[in-house]
């Protein structure tokens, strides 16, 4: 194989790969809005300032927001957060967790 062959696959690798990250990210923002989590979280102006997640894309690894997600209580345990009313456990389908993970993952300061 020439270096223009290696190169041009490694560019279509690299698009397909934004391409689906962006697809998660978009399931996810539908994700965030379907299940109504901005009555209790806010994401830039929108929502509830009570519980922001700006940043919460540098402060947490994908397998803590996935955890978040699906075992608040024991995250906000294990975390010792203080901010009441707690956070349910959700019980959404796996690729809609993973969509809303990505699109966590994308909220970064």
Known sequence: MT??????MAV??????????????AKGEKVYADAKCS???SIGDKGNK???????GSKYSADELRQW???AKGMTAKTKATRKPDMKNYTLP???????????QTLKK
Do not use: E, F, S, W
Request: glycine content about 6%; some cysteine.
């Open 3 to 8: 270096k223009a062959m290696v190169m041009a």
């Open 12 to 25: 279509c690798v690299g698009l397909a790969a934004n391409a689906a990250a962006q697809d998660a990210k």
């Open 39 to 41: 009555l209790c979280h």
């Open 50 to 56: 009570k519980g922001p997640l700006d940043g919460v």
């Open 69 to 71: 997600v699906v075992d």
């Open 94 to 104: 796996k690729d809609d967790v993973d969509a809303l993970v990505a699109y966590m």
